[in-house]
């Protein structure tokens, strides 16, 4: 199951100064991977 996460929710979540550290650091990622990723975070 895919669930979209804003990405300015993610940035503040990771507590990053704004959504370009998180677009610089993460935009790279395929969108499976963003997904993987998302849902891990959503587990801690």
Same mark, same amino acid.
């Given at each position: #199951?895919?669930? !979209? +996460?804003? %990405? !300015? +929710? %993610?940035?503040?979540? #990771?507590?990053?100064?704004? +959504?370009?550290?998180?677009?610089?650091?993460? =935009?790279?990622?395929?969108?499976?991977? !963003?997904?993987? =990723? +998302?849902?891990? &975070?959503? =587990? &801690?």
């Amino acid at each position: #199951m895919s669930h !979209a +996460v804003p %990405l !300015a +929710v %993610l940035s503040k979540t #990771m507590r990053h100064k704004n +959504v370009t550290t998180t677009i610089n650091l993460y =935009g790279h990622l395929t969108r499976e991977a !963003a997904d993987d =990723g +998302v849902s891990h &975070l959503r =587990g &801690l």
